[in-house]
Structure formats: structure tokens, C-alpha cells
């Protein structure tokens, strides 16, 4: 069965101290793999796609990089507006998107 | 450029009764997903459409759920005999591709009391 587990569920931060979260996945036919960010109470907010093992991608504070079994979300010096939960999906050959349930990033002053 | 919009941004209907949801995708997006997000979870996949056919809709829970998208743009989620159970947030996502990133709309918190 495909799956996409995320990890940890929460974690709590102190601004500038830097980390990273975890997205591994247990599909057949990976075709991409997405990072978003969800605000409370607003649909997703799409951040990258990583297409290939060994691929990375980097936004201001945030790195993504993709392995054959997980990614991961770097986050450098982050601050407290960096607070969301993000959210990591694959796409499979079928076309179906599979969401992972999130991480929960709180980033304290 | 315009997002995708859903309308309503909320809904509370009573058990037993008959709801549509509306999706406006991005002007030029051929592929358009409905998922269901519970409180705590992520997205749970519905249905998608790539243009004006459904090419899967394994997600969809029962045959109470129905979507169309009659002009290849818009598109409607309906739900008929409402549980309790169906209160989520409904998000809408279109894509250029298939197979590309999604961008979603700001989603409908349905309420069934």
C-alpha cells in the first residue's frame, strides 16, 4: 500500500535555531514528490517538486532534497513567521496524489 | 493572476440534506482535484478531472459524492443525504499538468449538524 509518513508531528523552535523535517515514502511508481505549506485554515501552498534522488531545491529559508525513500525540509535560521504545518505529497503512476499528514512547525521569538 | 476560488468558504447544513461545492480553477488549468482534509490530517484525495472527465474517482467515499466539471473550467462537488461524518474542509486544487504541482484554493468548511 502506498504511504507517506512525515515526521515529527510537532516541533517547536526558537528563532534562528535551525533543523529539519522528514517525509519518507513507501510507494510504486513515484513520479514526483511536493512540499506545500498550510497555513490554519487555508488550503495548501505549494513550495517545490523534487523529480529525481539527489535533486534539491531552495527557497529563502528553506531547502528540500529528495533520496530514494525520503525527503527532507532544511530549515535555516528560521523565523516565526516560518510557522505552519508542512505538508509533503507524491504523485504515483496512476496520477493520484498521496499527502503525508504533516509537521507542525511552531518558531518562538 | 487570479487563484483558484471555492465557493462557499463555509457551509452548515443540517443531516440529510443536499450540498454543492464550487471549485473556479486557474484559467488554463487542465487537471483539477477535489480532496478532504479532517482537523490534524492531510489531504485525503477524492476525485480528479483532466479536462471535462473525471479520470479518477477512487476516492470518492460512497455514492453519496458526485463531481462534474461540464465545461472542462468549473467544477461542482455535490453530496447528497449529508452525514455528520462528511464535516471536513473541502480543498480544490487545479495544475497545469497532470503530473505538475497544484495550486489550491482557500477551501469550504463544511459543517453537517
Known amino acids: 500500500e502506498d504511504q507517506v509518513t512525515q515526521s515529527p508531528e510537532a516541533l517547536r523552535l526558537q528563532e534562528g535555531e535551525s533543523s529539519s523535517l522528514n517525509c519518507s515514502y513507501t510507494?510504486?511508481?513515484?513520479?514526483?514528490l511536493f512540499w506545500y505549506r498550510q497555513d490554519p485554515g487555508k488550503g495548501p501552498e505549494f513550495l517545490f517538486t523534487?523529480?529525481?534522488a539527489g535533486e534539491e531545491k531552495e527557497k529563502e529559508r528553506l531547502k528540500a532534497t529528495l533520496t530514494k525513500k525520503e525527503s527532507f525540509l532544511h530549515i535555516t535560521a528560521p523565523k516565526p513567521e516560518d510557522s505552519a504545518t508542512y505538508l509533503c505529497?507524491?504523485?504515483?503512476?496512476?496520477?493520484?496524489?498521496?499527502f503525508g499528514t504533516g509537521t507542525s512547525l511552531t518558531v518562538i521569538p | 493572476g487570479a487563484g483558484v476560488s471555492q465557493t462557499p468558504s463555509n457551509k452548515v447544513t443540517e443531516k440529510g440534506k443536499y450540498v454543492e461545492l464550487r471549485c473556479d480553477p486557474i484559467?488554463?488549468?487542465?487537471?483539477l482535484y477535489w480532496y478532504r482534509q479532517s482537523l490534524g490530517q492531510g489531504p485525503e484525495f477524492l476525485i480528479y478531472?483532466?479536462?471535462?472527465?473525471?479520470?479518477?474517482d477512487s476516492g470518492l467515499p460512497n455514492d453519496r459524492f458526485f463531481a462534474v466539471r461540464p465545461e472542462g473550467s468549473v467544477s461542482t462537488l455535490k453530496i447528497q443525504r449529508t452525514e455528520r461524518g462528511d464535516s471536513a474542509m473541502y480543498l480544490c486544487?487545479?495544475?497545469?499538468?497532470?503530473?505538475?504541482?497544484?495550486?489550491f484554493g482557500p477551501g469550504t468548511r463544511l459543517t453537517v449538524t
Open positions: 486544487a487545479s495544475s497545469p499538468l497532470v503530473s505538475s504541482e497544484q495550486y
Open positions: 510507494v510504486s511508481g513515484l513520479r514526483g
Open positions: 523534487l523529480y529525481s
Open positions: 505529497a507524491v504523485i504515483v503512476s496512476g496520477n493520484q496524489f498521496y
Open positions: 484559467s488554463g488549468h487542465t487537471a
Open positions: 478531472f483532466q479536462g471535462t472527465g473525471a479520470a479518477d
